[in-house]
Protein backbone atom coordinates (compact mmCIF):
# COMPACT_ATOMS: atom_id res chain seq x y z
CA UNK A 1 0.00 0.00 0.00
CA UNK A 2 2.71 2.67 1.09
CA UNK A 3 4.88 1.72 -2.55
CA UNK A 4 1.23 2.46 -4.12
CA UNK A 5 1.06 6.13 -2.46
CA UNK A 6 5.07 7.06 -2.86
CA UNK A 7 4.52 5.46 -6.72
CA UNK A 8 1.22 7.71 -7.09
CA UNK A 9 2.61 11.11 -4.98
CA UNK A 10 5.81 10.61 -7.29
CA UNK A 11 3.79 10.65 -10.53
CA UNK A 12 1.66 13.57 -9.35
CA UNK A 13 4.83 16.08 -8.10
CA UNK A 14 6.39 15.09 -11.99
CA UNK A 15 3.31 16.33 -13.53
CA UNK A 16 3.17 19.37 -11.42
CA UNK A 17 6.66 20.37 -12.33
CA UNK A 18 5.62 19.55 -16.08
CA UNK A 19 3.02 22.07 -16.06
CA UNK A 20 5.38 24.55 -14.31
CA UNK A 21 7.74 24.02 -17.33
CA UNK A 22 5.00 24.56 -19.32
CA UNK A 23 4.48 27.70 -17.65
CA UNK A 24 8.12 29.24 -18.39
CA UNK A 25 8.51 28.11 -21.56
CA UNK A 26 5.02 30.26 -22.38
CA UNK A 27 6.35 33.31 -20.78
CA UNK A 28 9.94 33.12 -22.23
CA UNK A 29 7.98 32.68 -25.87
CA UNK A 30 6.04 35.72 -24.89
CA UNK A 31 9.41 37.88 -24.23
CA UNK A 32 10.57 36.80 -27.48
CA UNK A 33 7.99 36.08 -30.04
CA UNK A 34 6.66 38.65 -31.80
CA UNK A 35 3.84 36.31 -33.88
CA UNK A 36 0.54 37.63 -32.87
CA UNK A 37 -1.12 33.95 -33.22
CA UNK A 38 1.60 32.52 -31.10
CA UNK A 39 1.15 35.20 -28.45
CA UNK A 40 -2.39 34.23 -28.31
CA UNK A 41 -1.79 30.53 -28.14
CA UNK A 42 0.81 31.35 -25.24
CA UNK A 43 -1.44 33.39 -23.37
CA UNK A 44 -3.87 30.65 -23.87
CA UNK A 45 -1.97 27.90 -22.31
CA UNK A 46 -0.48 30.06 -19.09
CA UNK A 47 -4.17 31.58 -18.71
CA UNK A 48 -5.77 27.66 -19.02
CA UNK A 49 -2.63 26.16 -16.74
CA UNK A 50 -3.70 28.95 -14.06
CA UNK A 51 -7.05 27.75 -13.92
CA UNK A 52 -7.56 24.34 -14.24
CA UNK A 53 -4.50 22.55 -13.34
CA UNK A 54 -4.06 22.86 -9.45
CA UNK A 55 -2.99 20.12 -7.24
CA UNK A 56 -4.80 16.74 -7.13
CA UNK A 57 -7.29 16.29 -4.36
CA UNK A 58 -8.07 12.75 -2.58
CA UNK A 59 -11.78 12.98 -1.88
CA UNK A 60 -11.25 17.04 -1.00
CA UNK A 61 -9.45 16.14 1.99
CA UNK A 62 -5.76 16.02 1.39
CA UNK A 63 -3.59 16.99 -2.02
CA UNK A 64 -1.39 14.48 -3.65
CA UNK A 65 2.42 15.27 -3.95
CA UNK A 66 5.56 14.48 -3.04
CA UNK A 67 5.02 15.48 0.66
CA UNK A 68 2.25 12.93 1.33
CA UNK A 69 4.41 10.01 2.14
CA UNK A 70 6.30 11.80 5.16
CA UNK A 71 2.80 13.36 6.15
CA UNK A 72 1.44 9.85 6.33
CA UNK A 73 4.57 8.26 7.74
CA UNK A 74 4.00 11.03 10.37
CA UNK A 75 0.49 10.48 10.79
CA UNK A 76 1.02 6.85 11.90
CA UNK A 77 3.74 7.48 13.83
CA UNK A 78 2.00 10.32 16.05
CA UNK A 79 -0.67 7.64 16.74
CA UNK A 80 1.35 4.69 17.38
CA UNK A 81 2.88 6.53 19.85
CA UNK A 82 -0.48 7.67 21.46
CA UNK A 83 -1.71 3.86 21.73
CA UNK A 84 1.46 3.25 22.93
CA UNK A 85 1.30 5.49 25.73
CA UNK A 86 -2.33 4.07 26.57
CA UNK A 87 -1.10 0.90 26.67
CA UNK A 88 1.78 1.70 29.01
CA UNK A 89 0.03 4.21 31.48
Not at 39 to 44: E, G, P, V
Not at 70 to 89: D, M
Amino acid sequence: MMCVNIALSAACERFYSRVSELKIACVCLLQKSSDVKLRRMAKNVIRLCSVRCEKFRACGLFTVDAALPLRLAGLVATYSIVLLQFEFL
